[in-house]
Structure formats: structure tokens, C-alpha cells
Nanobody, 125 residues
Framework: QVHLVESGGGLVQTGGSLRLSCAAS????????MGWFRQAPGEEREFVTA????????YYADSVKGRFTISRDNAKNTVYLQMNSLKPEDTAVYYC??????????????????WGQGTQVTVSS
């Protein structure tokens, strides 16, 4: 089992930037593919981006492509989400997810893996 703690959320104006972090503890971090999901009020949790254990494979949702960048530092057991050109529709609670690297092809669904507690991102217009 892996324990995940997100940080870095906050309030930002349209066009601004935020960097989220997700620190992992427990089992070996580089065993896991890591992902970010988000959930707005009244909406289902949706996929944002994912990265394989080595960092060689990365997926993005179309809605964030070109604006968000996922990265990981296996020495620090941390995955990051750099969010630029933020829009009001990016407002949500952002969750970190971990699942075995062999499951990376499942990363676009919220069904599997371990979750953090979430961090709120609010983009004002």
C-alpha cells in the first residue's frame, strides 16, 4: 500500500499558474505509475494526466494538453503537476493516484489505485 499526500493548491486568477505536489510513502515509489485526477462539485472524478514509473510514458486529457505538465522525481518519491494558463473550468479538487506500472493503460479511469486526500484549486475569472 502507498500513502499519498497532495499539496500546492490554492486560489489563482485566470491565466495564472500553480504547481501541485504529491508525496508518496510506503511501498517503493518507482513501482507505481502516477496520475492526477480532478473533481468539480456535482461532477464525476475525471482524468487529468498520468506518468509511468520511468517517466517514459505520459498521457494528458485533451482539456489540459499544452497547459499542464506532469513530472516525477523518484529520488524524492514525489510527482508534480505544473498548471499554466489556468481557466475557471480548471476549478476542482485535484487528487493524486498511484497504481502498479503494469496498469498504466487503465490510468484514464478512476476505478483503481490508491488516492490522496485532495487539494483544492480555485481559478477566479
Amino acid at each position: 500500500q502507498v500513502h499519498l499526500v497532495e499539496s500546492g493548491g490554492g486560489l489563482v486568477q485566470t491565466g495564472g499558474s500553480l504547481r501541485l505536489s504529491c508525496a508518496a510513502s510506503g511501498r517503493t515509489f518507482n513501482y507505481y505509475a502516477m496520475g492526477w485526477f480532478r473533481q468539480a462539485p456535482g461532477e464525476e472524478r475525471e482524468f487529468v494526466t498520468a506518468i509511468s514509473s520511468s517517466g517514459d510514458t505520459i498521457y494528458y486529457a485533451d482539456s489540459v494538453k499544452g497547459r499542464f505538465t506532469i513530472s516525477r522525481d523518484n529520488a524524492k518519491n514525489t510527482v508534480y503537476l505544473q498548471m499554466n494558463s489556468l481557466k475557471p473550468e480548471d476549478t476542482a479538487v485535484y487528487y493524486c493516484n498511484a497504481r502498479p506500472d503494469v496498469m498504466i493503460e487503465t490510468m484514464r479511469t478512476a476505478r483503481f489505485g490508491s488516492w490522496g486526500q485532495g487539494t483544492q484549486v480555485t481559478v477566479s475569472s
